[in-house]
């Protein structure tokens, strides 16, 4: 869609939204939804296009500024705040080469070799334990479904990521073991991946259709492919970023200029202009066609693995940028400053398995962006620079918000892995995340840092640990 195309679509929806607004918002919406549930809605969002959006406002014009629905009441101080923008920690969810490609392949290439075996067995093997199928049948139960509804879905964030009744490590039908559980156990069932949440198809979907609530004040009631095309366009002017978006699959950019734009305006990877100009960041034609190979073959492992995580992924993702870090220090990324994208770099020796691990972390990025997004996480921003907890990813003390991103990504990879049948890595992954979680809560105890919302992500979270017996 052109630019000036796309102005002339967003003044008709913006004339259309203006001469319907009194009779939806009257006539169809109860009355705890015009009141508290948008306003609680509105006042997260407008917070987080605050903390992690303001940079980008400099580069949108008046005219187009003053369409925002959302962002425009931040308008008087976009040029005092974007002078401290350098100041303010984001998410970027950066991946440093050393620390990730350090034994990774190795671990996932020994693992590969056996892949085929374990896929085809994996769902015949009977466990004859009564204590494990025990344990399989109480997972089996755990997963809470959602309201269609979203005024009672976003009510019911905290309910419906309350895994267990009580407390993990109180649960008597739970059979928890003092020794390092055998996690080859894990993938012998879907059970795990589908209570995890960041791979759930519905909370995601539900997430997005908040989050397009919230920009449009609009129920978008019509297909999923409608909903991500319509909430991607919303988003373009937030973000500043022009992403290349189907409903219906995940876009690969290589150089796009938009893309390229929207990296570093999001600060998810700087190009100075000289490195863009010289070409530096592109790959060559036969690079290009070597990584579509692999990312297609990654995500059919994924789809092979898991079909509703796959589903989410194709709803949640606008596009992967492929680009070449000009610092060399980095591998993959995305930013709460540009939903929807992820960039990968990636290197001569990644497998499809390595791939695969690229992307499924930064999706659970993306989808713990989006539920910051509407349903907040933090009581205030700018003291979770000095909340410090130990990253179970980095294996270092970062900014909490950083790790409780990193310890959400490394359960969810754990999952994957030993369902995928990749267990060195999982087995690698597993020696740090208790520790890590353990550490969340005891860092949020003393600073108290989350707020319901994250109190909720931070409990499933510690439950999930404990339940899958890591």
């Known amino acids: 869609m052109s630019g000036e195309h796309a102005g002339q679509g967003m003044e008709l929806r913006t004339l259309l939204f203006l001469l319907c607004l009194s009779t939806f918002v009257t006539g169809i919406l109860p009355k705890e939804i015009q009141h508290g549930f948008k306003g609680t809605l509105h006042d997260n969002m407008k917070e987080y296009f605050k903390n992690y959006m303001v940079e980008n406002f400099k580069g949108v014009i008046e005219k ?9 009441w931040i308008g008087e101080d ?7 923008a350098s100041a303010l920690e984001r998410d970027i969810g950066l ?17 590969e070799r056996s892949l085929g075996s374990i896929l085809e067995k994996r769902d015949n093997t009977i466990i004859q334990s009564p204590d494990i199928l025990a344990w399989f049948r109480e997972v089996s139960d755990l997963r809470q479904t959602i309201s269609s509804d979203i005024n009672t879905s976003f009510k019911s964030w905290s309910d419906v990521l309350s895994a267990l009744p009580d407390r993990c490590d109180e649960s008597p039908n739970v059979p928890m073991s ?14 795990f991946m589908n209570l995890f949440w960041p791979f759930r198809f519905d909370i995601n979907v539900m997430n ?7 920009l449009t004040n609009i129920i978008i009631t019509e297909s999923n492919e409608t909903l991500k095309l319509d909430l991607f366009e919303e988003l373009q002017d937030l973000q500043a970023i022009r992403l290349p978006v189907k409903g219906n699959q995940i876009m690969f950019s290589f150089g ?3 893309v390229v734009e929207g990296l570093n305006r999001s600060r998810l990877v700087p190009l100075s202009k000289s490195y863009v100009k010289a070409a530096k960041h592109l790959y060559t034609k036969e690079e290009q066609e070597y990584i579509r190979l692999l990312a297609t073959e990654a995500l059919n492992l994924i789809n092979k693995t898991h079909t509703e995580l796959h589903s989410a992924m194709v709803q949640m993702i606008s596009c992967i940028a492929f ?3 000009e610092a060399a220090t980095h591998i993959s990324g995305s930013a709460n400053s540009a939903l929807g994208l992820i960039w990968l770099n990636p290197q001569e020796d990644w497998t499809v398995p390595v791939m695969a691990e690229q992307l499924v972390h930064e999706f659970i990025h993306i989808t713990l962006f989006y539920a910051e997004l509407v349903h907040r996480g933090y009581k205030d921003v700018s003291r979770l620079p000095d909340a410090k907890a130990m990253s179970s990813i980095r294996r270092k003390p970062r900014p909490y918000d950083k790790s409780l991103h990193a310890a959400y990504v490394s359960a969810g990879l754990i999952t994957f892995h030993t369902r995928a049948g990749f267990i060195n890595r999982a087995a690698e992954l597993v020696q740090t995340l208790p520790e890590a979680v353990q550490e969340l809560n005891r860092v949020n105890a003393e600073t108290d840092v989350l707020d319901e919302a994250g109190r909720a992500m931070l409990d ?11």
Do not use: N
């Open 64 to 72: 187009q500024f003053d369409k925002l629905k959302i962002s425009k």
């Open 78 to 84: 976009v040029s005092k705040r974007s002078q401290q």
């Open 323 to 325: 680009a070449k870090d």
């Open 208 to 214: 997005q259709r908040l989050a397009a609530y919230g």
């Open 95 to 111: 991946i440093v080469v050393k620390d990730i490609l350090k034994g990774l392949s190795d671990t996932l290439k020994a693992d």
């Open 256 to 258: 796009d200029e938009d």
């Open 178 to 191: 003092t020794h390092h559980s055998d996690i080859t156990l894990l993938g012998k069932t879907p059970d």
């Open 460 to 470: 499933f979270l510690t439950d999930y640990v404990c339940l899958t017996r890591m």
